[in-house]
Every structure is written in structure tokens, then in C-alpha cells.
């Protein structure tokens, strides 16, 4: 019998990288990014999945430089709304199940009372990125097949371009680092992403009905901090020896302006996702130290999301990302460039 035919696009995104480890024990996987496939071209979308003819499509990329989505809105618009809208339409003639990956920017952060997040709460992006996000939620919803949509927080990882990784080259090079204060999120890391990915796909592809696992849930670590705590976490697991950064600063957003504006509080609530796949990431510190071991000890890394069955043994491996002027660090949102979500 052929093996399940597995499509991922963004390939070469902090999320993708890992779902080819973590999704292969579920098919065949055929993983691919520009310019194989071209997001702005619905031609070229649709060629991919008439040819594959996959059993579960995973759309691990978008456009994601915030700031320049904001003089760049019509392919912003074209990879982030219209794209995984055909995906979406494609996929249901398929009756293959996608899978696509959202953003706590559909949020404008001013919800109050300290709580979360919730997937049904009413959506105010403050930029293009977030708009162009949630237009791209909708057409997948609207397009009425088998998906799961999730939506991450301040996404990072051990390879490409991101906040881990550029804190890390800046507290080596710099003896001081000013960070963000007033922002607070949930960093969580790309393996954990793509691990608590494959175990939803296992149990939806299991069940006997599919389809009723489809819907939108959100996907990050627990616990939250700034990316000023972020920082400091960072730089404190760091070891002394070639590291020259004594100190970091907390400032006010207002002290660095940017093209696109932030949310201010991006805490995602994942209890939808605990109660409908008995999935829980770790605290996103916890997380951190994990990702800053897999290089030098991989089991640490492996296989750390909470789950009510059984976990696959998984391989441990590895945008523009927040952009540094000659003072404080611009943290942008953590991730960057087409791949990454």
C-alpha cells in the first residue's frame, strides 16, 4: 500500500525544518519552498497539490518581516491571505486535511484582566502582518474542508534568523543590550511547535471522524514573560566564556519606534488544545534551556510536549529576524522573513 503523501510548504522556515523530522513517520514527505513554489502565484499553488495530491498539506510559510509588510502590503496580502485560502480550496478537493499556522498579531493586545487569549475573542490586528493573517484564517475557514489552524507566539529556534539567535551574537559582541519591557508574550520554540503539530495530525488522521477535530486552536508555551525577560534569560544560560554582555536594559517600547506597531500583550490561552488533543507545551523557560542544550546534549531536547498518548521518537536537529541599530535592540515580533509563521 503507498504511503500517506505528505506536503509541507516552507520547507526551510524554523517551523518547517522541523515538521520534515517530526511528520515523516506519519508519510511520505515531499517538502518544498521558493522558488519551487511561489506564494504569490495562486498558478503555482495549485500545480503543487494537483501533482502531490497529498493526503495533509502543512503550510509552514508566510511573509513575516511585520515592518516591511507595511510598504510591501499587496505581497504580504498574496502570501498571507490569498495563498492559503487556494491551499485551503485545493486540499478540500483532496478531502485532504491542511494544516496552517497563524499568529498572536490578529490580536491587538489590549485585552485586560491578565488572562490569555481565548480562539474565539475578537480580533483588531494593528498592521498589515496581522491583518493579512487573519485574512488568510478566514479563507481557510471559509473554504469549509478538514484543517487545523494554530496560532503561535513569538516564534524561535536553533537555525536561520531569530530573537535566540540574535540576543546570543549581540551579548558576544556588546557589553550592554537594551531590550523591550512592555511586550509580553510566550516564547516557544519551533521543535516544540512541530512536535505538538505531529501528535494533532496523528490523532486527527486516527479518529474516525476527522473532521471533528478541525477548527483553530492556539499552539504556544505556557508561563509569559517580556522580551525583556526573554533577554535575560538568554544571556544569563549563556556560558561567561566568550560572552561580553554584563547587563540588559529594560526600555519602553516608545523609546524605539518601529514601522509596524506591536502588541503590547500576546499570552495565547491553550487550554482548547489540552482539552481536545491532551497536548501542553513546557514553560517556555524550560523550553529555552532545552534549545540552547541541542547542540551539546540532543536527548534534552527531545520529545518535551506533554501528551496524553504515546510520543514518536524524534531526531533532534535545528527570517528577517529582530533587527539591532547601534542602541536598543529592535525585537520585532521573533521572527522574519517568507518561511517562518
Known amino acids: 500500500m503507498d504511503r500517506r503523501r505528505i506536503l509541507i510548504i516552507g520547507r526551510n522556515g524554523q517551523v518547517g525544518w522541523e515538521l520534515r523530522r517530526t511528520l515523516a513517520p506519519l508519510g511520505g514527505v515531499v517538502a518544498i519552498d521558493f522558488p519551487e513554489i ?28 511585520v515592518d516591511r509588510a507595511e510598504s510591501e502590503p499587496e505581497k504580504c496580502h498574496l502570501i498571507n491571505a490569498v495563498a492559503p485560502g487556494i491551499l485551503a480550496q485545493e486540499a478540500r478537493k483532496l478531502d485532504a486535511l491542511l494544516v ?32 493579512s493573517k487573519l485574512a488568510g484564517d478566514l479563507a481557510v475557514l471559509e473554504a469549509g474542508g478538514r484543517h487545523l489552524i494554530f496560532r503561535l507566539c513569538w516564534v ?76 535575560e534569560a538568554i544571556v544569563s544560560a549563556m556560558p561567561p566564556e566568550g560572552r561580553k554582555c554584563t547587563g540588559v536594559e529594560p526600555i ?14 500576546s499570552v495565547l490561552c491553550c487550554d482548547k488544545l489540552k482539552r481536545t488533543f491532551g ?20 536527548p534534552l531536547a527531545v520529545a518535551r ?13 535545528g527570517p528577517e529576524g529582530p533587527r539591532s541599530g547601534p542602541e536598543p535592540l529592535r525585537t520585532g515580533d521573533g521572527r522574519g522573513g517568507t518561511s517562518t509563521p
Open 252 to 265: 519602553a517600547t516608545a523609546e524605539y519606534p518601529t514601522a509596524a506597531k506591536r502588541p503590547a500583550f
Open 156 to 231: 524561535y529556534g536553533t537555525r536561520g534568523q531569530n530573537f535566540l539567535l540574535t540576543i546570543m551574537r549581540l551579548a558576544r559582541e556588546r557589553e550592554k543590550l537594551r531590550v523591550v519591557r512592555d511586550q509580553v508574550g510566550c516564547p516557544t520554540w519551533s521543535r516544540m511547535i512541530a512536535e505538538a503539530t505531529a501528535l494533532a495530525v496523528q490523532q486527527t488522521l486516527a479518529a474516525p471522524d476527522p473532521a471533528a477535530f478541525t477548527g483553530l486552536y492556539h499552539l504556544a508555551a505556557s508561563g509569559r514573560t517580556s522580551w525583556h525577560g526573554f533577554a
Open 279 to 298: 497536548l501542553q507545551l513546557p514553560d517556555w523557560h524550560e523550553s529555552l534551556l532545552a534549545a540552547l542544550d541541542v547542540e551539546r546534549e540532543p
Open 305 to 317: 510536549v506533554s501528551a496524553a498518548s504515546p510520543q514518536p521518537a524524534l531526531s533532534p536537529g
Open 38 to 65: 511561489d506564494l504569490t502565484d495562486g498558478s503555482s499553488v495549485r500545480r503543487w497539490l494537483t501533482e502531490t495530491r497529498p493526503a495533509l498539506v502543512v503550510n509552514a510559510a508566510a511573509y513575516t518581516a
Open 100 to 131: 496552517h499556522y497563524s499568529t498572536d498579531y490578529v490580536f491587538d493586545g489590549a485585552k485586560a484582566g491578565g488572562g490569555g487569549y481565548l480562539e474565539d475573542d475578537p480580533t483588531r490586528p494593528l498592521g498589515v502582518y496581522g491583518r
